[in-house]
C-alpha cells in the first residue's frame, strides 16, 4: 500500500502544470573595448636565499635557510630510500605512514592532540626515489 502512494505521488508530482512558461531574455554579448594585447607586466625581482652548509657528528649533510620574517621553523629529513629501493612499493609507503601513527608514549590520537597543542605538523612521505619526514613548528614552541 505504501508504495503504491509514494507511486502515486510520484506521478502527480511529475505530471503536467498549468503555470505560464517563461522565455529567457536574450543576453548581449559584449564587445571588445580594447583592440590590442595589454604588454607583459615587468617581471618581479628575486633572491634565492643563501644556504648555510654543515654536518652532523653522524656524517648527515644539513643544509639551513634562515628566514627572519615568520616565526616558523621548518625541518625536513629526506633519505635517499623510495619506492624504487624496495621489492614491494607498498612497504616505504608503510613504514612512512606508521611513523606518523604515534611513537613512544603517544598514540595516533595522543600525537595528534600534542602537534595541535604545540601548534605543529608532522608529516612523512615516501616517493619513488626518496622518503621525507617533516616537522613545522612556531620557534616558541621548540
Do not use: H
Not at 536574450?26 to 617581471?43: C, D, F, G, M, Q
Not at 598514540?107 to 616537522?135: C, N, P, V
Request: proline share 8%; aromatic share 4%; charged share 15%.
Amino acid at each position: 500500500m505504501m508504495s503504491q502512494l509514494l507511486l502515486l505521488n510520484t506521478f502527480i508530482a511529475c505530471g503536467p502544470k498549468d503555470a505560464p512558461v517563461e522565455t529567457a531574455t536574450p543576453v548581449e554579448t559584449p564587445t571588445r573595448k580594447y583592440s590590442e594585447k595589454p604588454t607583459p607586466l615587468e617581471a618581479p625581482s628575486f633572491t634565492l636565499p643563501q644556504l648555510e652548509r654543515g654536518e652532523l657528528s653522524n656524517g648527515i649533510p644539513v643544509l639551513v635557510s634562515n628566514n627572519n620574517e615568520t616565526p616558523l621553523v621548518t625541518v625536513q629529513i629526506v633519505f635517499n630510500a623510495g619506492e624504487w629501493n624496495t621489492q614491494n612499493p607498498q612497504v616505504a609507503n608503510a613504514a612512512m605512514d606508521m611513523l606518523t601513527e604515534g611513537a613512544g608514549d603517544y598514540d595516533a590520537a595522543g600525537l595528534s592532540a600534542e602537534q595541535r597543542r604545540l601548534a605543529a605538523s608532522l608529516s612523512s612521505y615516501a616517493g619513488l626515489d626518496g622518503s621525507t619526514i617533516g616537522l613545522s613548528s612556531l620557534v616558541k614552541n621548540l
